[in-house]
Every structure is written in structure tokens, then in C-alpha cells.
């Protein structure tokens, strides 16, 4: 995810997602219009309040899925070239798979080429760093970087990361997104997630992504008036009940 100009002083701001594809595919985001390429993809409340990491699906969720640009990220041929990669990975660390899908998006746009400015490397966008701290090892031919430009040993750490983040704070995505993104001890020192405006843009991003994937839950079935209206109010109960448990 793109960072803005300025995102260490903290303000109350809209927490406004912008977004463009590139000409080989690629999804990029950012919370500002960093340049004219870049479209408004999600209006959001002006607070520096944390967004939940995994909102539930609502209208905007629906809107959201006829904006060009998720079109353009669901379809993009690597999610379904890499989808029993992040699978097997997901499962291997009692990781949810649509979470670890979301992430992946928002953070290389499903690039497995994609270096960031600060040097994170591939689909997950993994500091070599980070990589070492989980066995990755250079050697005479491939440093640390190359190697994590490998997507299974890429995902494999990645999500390693991000089960270890999830532990490290009890459980919480939202804070385990946030320290993905801006580390641990930034995270730490504000007790929360911080007021940079790139972390609140990314932990919102994540969680639309994640909800945006979720499977459409079908509604309710209504009543007809008359007889069997009590039947048909019992069935559709448990018709709705049925869909919350999908959708969860």
C-alpha cells in the first residue's frame, strides 16, 4: 500500500481509500490521491478511530464489489494461480484464508515481483529482515530478498507473521494489521493503532478486501401473509440463522 506524503503527525482525517490498476494488472492503494491514476474506491468517516479489521457485509460491502477496481482485483489471474498456495499456508497457521488473501492485495496487488521503497519483497511484502527472524538464510547465490521473492517461501513467512501478530495481541486482527503494517513497537507505543494515516487506510483496506471476498448471504425468506404465516416465519428464522453461520 502506497504511503501519503506525510503520515507521522496525528489529525483527524477522512478515512478515505484511493486506488488504481496499473497497465500490467497490478492494484495500488493508498489513502490519498497520491496522483491523478488514483480513484476514490472507499469513502469513509472522518475519525481516526480504528476500523474494525473484518467488517460485516452491508451495502457499502455490495457497492464495493461493482467498483472497477476490486472487478479488477478478484479477477486478476493470480489470485487463483496462488489460491492453494495461500490455502495450504493458512491452514498450516489456523489462519482464516480470506484474511491472508486481503492482505496479500493490499499489500503487492498480488505481485510476486513487488519491492517496496523500504524493501519489502513478493506477495506479502516481507522485510528480509523478518524473513531471517523465520529461517530464511542467504547464501552464495541468493540473498535473503531473492529468496523471498519465491511466493511459497514468501506466503510461508507471511503468514507465519501474521499468526505470530494475531498471538502476540490476544487475539486482536485490528492490532495485528496495524503492527503488519507499521511494526510492533509503533503499535505498542501508542497502545493502539497508531494516527498515521497510511495504518488506519491499510487496516480498513484489509478488512473491506476480506469483506468484499466473503460469499453473498442470501436474504431472509419473507413471510406470505395468511395462512402458513408462522410456518413460513419459522423457516425463514431458520434460513437466516443458516446464512449468518455461511457468512461467519
Known amino acids: ?112 515481483g513487488a519491492v517496496s521503497d523500504k524493501g519489502a519483497v513478493g506477495l506479502m511484502q516481507v522485510m528480509p529482515d523478518t524473513g531471517e527472524r523465520y529461517g530464511v538464510t542467504g547464501d552464495a547465490k541468493r540473498s535473503v530478498a531473492d529468496k523471498l521473492a519465491e511466493p511459497a517461501i514468501n506466503v510461508r ?21 496495524a503492527a503488519y503494517n507499521a511494526g510492533e513497537g509503533i503499535v505498542d507505543r501508542y497502545g493502539g493503532v497508531p494516527p498515521y494515516p497510511e495504518t488506519q487506510a491499510y487496516v480498513r483496506l484489509v478488512g473491506l478486501l476480506h469483506a468484499a471476498w466473503q460469499p453473498a448471504v442470501p436474504p431472509p425468506v419473507q413471510a406470505p401473509p395468511g395462512r402458513g404465516a408462522s410456518r413460513s416465519r419459522s423457516r425463514a428464522r431458520r434460513a437466516e440463522i443458516v446464512g449468518v453461520r455461511h457468512r461467519v
Request: proline share 10%.
Open 157 to 177: 513467512v507471511g503468514a507465519r507473521y501474521l499468526k505470530d501478530l494475531i498471538a502476540r495481541f490476544a487475539g486482536d486482527v485490528t492490532l495485528a494489521l
Open 1 to 112: 500500500m502506497r504511503s501519503p506524503r506525510s503520515c507521522s503527525a496525528p489529525g483527524a482525517a477522512r478515512a478515505d481509500l484511493w486506488a488504481y490498476v496499473d497497465e500490467t494488472g497490478r492494484s495500488h492503494f493508498a489513502s490519498e490521491q497520491v496522483d491523478p491514476r488514483y480513484r476514490l474506491f472507499f469513502r469513509g468517516p472522518s475519525s481516526l478511530d480504528p476500523a474494525p479489521a473484518l467488517p460485516p457485509a452491508a451495502s457499502p460491502i455490495d457497492a464495493l464489489r461493482e467498483h472497477p477496481v476490486w472487478k479488477r482485483v478478484e479477477g486478476h489471474p493470480n489470485v487463483a494461480r496462488f489460491e492453494s498456495l495461500v490455502a495450504r499456508n493458512a491452514r498450516d497457521q489456523g489462519l482464516d484464508p480470506v484474511l491472508v488473501k486481503a492482505v496479500i492485495a493490499a499489500e503487492s496487488g498480488y505481485d510476486p
